[in-house]
């Protein structure tokens, strides 16, 4: 595929790791004024509601004319996510990203709400996106769930899973019905390619082999691949600083 034309969009989580912008309103206007989409919380450094329908107005106006997709949370009832469907609809949004205990597919599986959350989602030309956790809960609930998708975190792959290969084997269970990506980079353990902890990292910066993406990409192409690929990434704290200056100071040839 062509990463060039890659539609790059910024996750309003990002700027909660900032002291500024101070606004929702001035992060939006930050990513798009440099050229980029968003996707947005429902949630903004405490405050909550940001979906809700008496808030509607403002976020149809924030986001008028740029390219976005919507992140759940919060989710406890179907009411809950029909009002998230209908923030995503109303201000032409591509996707709703959910998490699998928001459609309730985890351990404990309750198939008819996913059902009635899908269709609805469907109806309203919503694509539901479920976040990648455990890989057996995926592929169960796109089984059971015709109009659900993918939307694929690169760092969960590692962390969520103890596979030799994770992005081989969730990119070969997932990638034709992956519709939308979370890129981040994550921190290994030294010799595997099992994740430490969900970093939130940069893409490039920690460990996550080069060859892994491309073997993403690559997929993706062959899908014909359309979507977006958000940056979900959070600053660096004094005690990786430290951290990220022993790896490099460890990878000198001296």
């Known amino acids: 595929m062509d990463i060039q034309t890659l539609d790059l969009r910024i996750s309003t989580w990002n700027y909660e790791g900032y002291s500024s912008p101070a606004t929702l309103e001035e992060a939006v206007r930050d990513a798009a004024g440099a050229g980029f989409g968003v996707e947005v919380w429902p949630t903004w450094r405490g405050r909550s509601g940001v979906f809700a329908a008496d808030n509607r107005s403002c976020l149809k106006e924030l986001l008028a004319g740029v390219r976005s997709s919507l992140h759940a949370a919060g989710i406890e009832s179907i009411e809950d996510i029909v009002e998230q469907i209908d923030a995503c609809?109303?201000?032409?949004?591509?996707?709703?990203?959910?998490?699998?205990?928001?459609?309730?597919?985890?351990?404990?599986?309750?198939?008819?709400?996913?059902?009635?959350?899908?269709?609805?989602?469907?109806?309203?030309?919503?694509?539901?996106?479920?976040?990648?956790?455990?890989?057996?809960y995926l592929v169960r609930a796109l089984d059971r769930l015709s109009d659900l998708y993918i939307c694929f975190d690169t760092g969960h792959a590692y962390v969520?899973?103890?596979?030799?290969?994770?992005?081989?084997?969730?990119?070969?269970?997932?990638?034709?019905?992956?519709?939308?990506?979370?890129?981040?980079?994550?921190?290994?353990?030294?010799?595997?390619?099992?994740?430490?902890?969900?970093?939130?990292?940069?893409?490039?910066?920690?460990?996550?082999?080069?060859?892994?993406?491309?073997?993403?990409?690559?997929?993706?192409?062959?899908?014909?691949?359309?979507?977006?690929?958000?940056?979900?990434?959070?600053?660096?704290?004094?005690?990786?600083v430290a951290h990220q200056t022993q790896r490099f100071l460890e990878s000198l040839s001296l």
């Open 160 to 240: 969520m899973d103890e596979f030799a290969r994770p992005m081989h084997e969730f990119v070969n269970a997932l990638k034709w019905r992956i519709r939308h990506l979370h890129l981040q980079d994550i921190y290994l353990e030294r010799g595997t390619r099992r994740g430490l902890f969900d970093a939130h990292r940069t893409p490039g910066t920690c460990d996550i082999p080069k060859e892994d993406y491309e073997y993403l990409f690559e997929a993706l192409d062959e899908t014909g691949y359309k979507g977006a690929a958000v940056l979900e990434v959070r600053p660096f704290g004094p005690v990786e």
């Open 89 to 136: 609809a109303e201000t032409e949004s591509d996707v709703l990203v959910v998490h699998i205990d928001h459609l309730r597919v985890g351990s404990e599986p309750d198939f008819g709400f996913g059902r009635e959350a899908t269709s609805y989602a469907s109806e309203k030309g919503v694509f539901l996106a479920l976040e990648n956790g455990e890989l057996n």
